[in-house]
Each structure stands twice: as C-alpha cells, then as structure tokens.
C-alpha cells in the first residue's frame, strides 16, 4: 500500500515534467524565445503540481508554500548533508539583475556559435549558480539544457537518479574552477540519451519479444492446429502399422526354399525427393526411419529381392491433408535386386500408399488396419513374382 500510495503523489509530478518538456520543445523550435519570462514559465510548469517546498529555519525544518514562476525573495543556501557545510548562491537583491545578464548571453553570438553539449552546460551551470527560485532550480536547469540537445539531435538531457553522485560531484568540480569535468558530464548524458533512442528505434523495427515467441511457439503447431509431435507419432504409427501387417504376411509364408523379413533402417541423414507438402518425421534423436522388407530363394535358385519404404507427413496437416508410404530407392538400385545399402542421397520416391489424416488422427481407425493389412499382402504378392523372375533368370543361367 505504501508503494502504491508513493506511485499515486507522484504521478502529478511526472505530469508536470511532462507538460514542461512540451514547452521545452516551443523554446527549442523558437516558436517562444528564450527570455527571462520564458524560463518563469518554465518553472511554473515544472512545479506545477508542487504545492510546498522545505526550509530550514531557526525553529527546523518547515514547509512554505512555493511560489511558481516568480523570482525568490528570501536567500536559497543549500546545506549539504554529506559535507556539513552551506553552498550560497546569487543573492535576493541581484537575481533579477543576474538573470537578465543571464538571457543576453544565451542570446549572443558567441553563445550560439558553440557546441550544443557546450551551451547545455552553460546554462544549466549559470541557472544553478543563480538559483533563481524558491525550489526547483535544478529540474529548470535540467530543462533548459534540453532545449539545445533538442536542437541539435532532437533529444533532451537524459539525468537519472544514478547519475546523482557523478551529477553533484561534476557541480563542485565546476564550482571550483574546473568546467571541463561538467562538460564531459553532459556529454555522457547526451551520448546516452542517443544511444537510449537508437536502441529503443531498433528495438520497435525489429520484432516485439512476444510476436518472437508467438513465431517460434508457431513452428510447432501446423496450420491445422495439430501439434508437429501429434503429426510426427501419427506417422511413427502408420509405419510400426506396415511393418507389423508386413511381418504377418510374410511370417505365414516363410519355408526351406524362401525366406523374408521386415526391419527398420535407422539413418541419421535421410532426404527423400518429395515435393515441399510433405517432410520425414523427426524422432527424439533426430533420426529417421525406413521400413526394409527382404525376401531371399535358396540353391540353386538363388536370388535376393528387397524393398524400402518410408513414411512423410504433412507439414501443414489441414484437415484434407493425407500421410503417404512412399517406396524409396537410389537410380543405381531402382529393382533392390543388387545390394541392401542404399547410395546416393537425395532418395528417389514414388507413392505406395496413403493414408488420410483423419484416419490417424486421433487415433489409428478400424479402417485403415484392414487397408493396410490389403496393401501388405499386395507388396508382398509383388515381390515375391519378381524374386520368382530373378530365382529363375539365375537357375537358366547355371542351366
């Protein structure tokens, strides 16, 4: 409650900061000239929502009631805690006559000839020396400074709380002579009020943090809905689904004269030709899968016959999309009748068998088990004619 409370009174503060800045950028485009009145109304909008300021008097502390806008009539001598000791600034009897010999300088020639880092500190540093208001003097000095930043880069002096140590420590320096180290302040302010700006522009250029995050969460949900591990254990079930239905077909057939199997090729670098619709399912170690059936006749009818198959996914996984079971093979070894390493990457493909999306998911359908237990025995129909082809090609040929 009491952070809330503080974040309450000071809302009307950094109103006021803010209605004054609007009137910092009027005196920095000159639409209002830098005069004596031009920086009282530049106080009244900084204190604005100011009611009171504290003083020290010979009974302690008290608060008075601030005038806005209008010179100081009683002394303004700033008791530093840390030092134990007083700082005097312009007396009562002269601030008005300071101040206007204030304003003719900003508007010499010399003065407007200079760098703008160079009249920032000038005026700030002149405005604090007379401090010329009851309160506020320094949020003035902060202002007015920002008007030749403004000039020059668009920019206002950024002074952060952080910066109080370095800020009063480059006061003093100046008091006693030396400027250049209150100079180099504010040109550090300057430089990190630009750099400020720079980074915030880059920063709304390129992407916000959420549509980021949005982006990358995107690339695992298609445009379907369906999560990409959804489609990818849809299509690891198509696949165990052949191979089990290719398993049974040829376990039934098997005998002294032929023999088959089915197994899995597990390959780490698997590109089969497809068009784009469609990709590899991605297991957890970033390896994919081709389902090997092989069938072999003995002696003297020898020969070997063999047939890989692969599974892709849709990418998009609309609601029309279809999983295919594409036969994969290398030009060198389109028949699988020579040797049972494939070469030669990317793979050739041709479709063998579809599945639609909504027979897998959510679940395998009753449907598609009978499909593919027909398209099994049909693969497997086809090669033992082929391996029939080749057994008898090879016994004519010891004939």
């Known amino acids: 409650m009491e952070l809330a409370k503080r974040g309450e009174d000071a809302r009307p503060l950094f109103e006021a900061q803010l209605h004054a800045y609007d009137y910092v950028l009027s005196l920095a485009t000159k639409v209002e000239h830098l005069s004596e009145a031009a920086i009282r109304v530049l106080h009244e909008e900084v204190c604005r929502a100011q009611a ?50 204030f304003i003719n300088e900003l508007r010499s020639g010399r ?21 010329p208001f009851a309160d506020g003097n320094g949020r003035v000095a902060r202002a007015l400074a920002s008007v030749f930043t403004y000039r020059a880069i668009s ?14 420590n480059a006061l003093e320096a100046a008091d006693d002579g030396r400027y250049q180290q209150f100079v180099d302040f504010m040109l550090s302010r300057a430089l990190d009020t630009i750099m400020l700006v720079q980074d915030s522009i880059f920063a709304v250029e390129g992407p916000t943090l959420e549509n980021s995050i949005e982006a990358i969460n995107g690339l695992f949900v298609t445009s379907g809905g369906y999560t990409q591990a959804q489609v990818d254990n849809a299509g690891e079930r198509l696949f165990d689904l052949v191979q089990a239905e290719l398993h049974k077909v040829i376990g039934r057939l098997l005998g002294p004269n032929l023999r088959g199997s089915v197994a899995t090729l ?39 016959l ?5 599974v892709l996914v849709p ?13 994969v093979f290398d030009e060198t070894n389109q028949h699988g009748n020579q040797t049972n390493k494939l070469v030669g990457f990317p793979l050739r493909s041709e479709l063998a068998f579809s599945a639609r999306l909504d027979e897998l998911i959510p679940s395998t359908s009753g449907v598609l088990r009978i499909r593919v237990g027909l398209f099994a025995g049909r693969v497997v129909s086809e090669m033992l004619a082929e391996l029939r082809s080749l057994a008898e090609w090879t016994l004519k040929g010891k004939s």
């Open 155 to 168: 920019m206002p002096i950024m002074i952060l709380s952080e910066h109080k140590e370095t800020y009063l």
């Open 315 to 327: 990418v998009d996984a609309v609601e029309d999309d279809e999983f295919r079971l594409v036969r």
């Open 306 to 310: 063999f047939r890989n198959y692969g």
């Open 52 to 101: 009171t300021y504290r003083v020290i008097t010979s009974i302690g502390f008290q608060e008075q009631s601030l005038p806005k806008g209008r010179y100081k009539v009683l002394p303004n001598h700033v008791l530093y805690a840390r030092e134990g000791k007083s700082h005097s600034y312009a007396p009562v009897d002269v601030t008005p006559v300071e101040m206007g010999r």
């Open 266 to 304: 597990v390959m780490n670098d698997l590109r089969i030709m497809a068009d784009p619709s469609h990709r590899l399912p991605i297991g957890d170690e970033q390896r994919s899968k081709l389902l090997h059936a092989e069938f072999a006749s003995s002696p003297p009818a020898k020969a070997t």
């Open 111 to 131: 003065f407007n000839a200079a760098h703008p880092v160079l009249q920032a500190a000038y005026a700030h540093y002149v405005l604090v020396v007379i401090h």
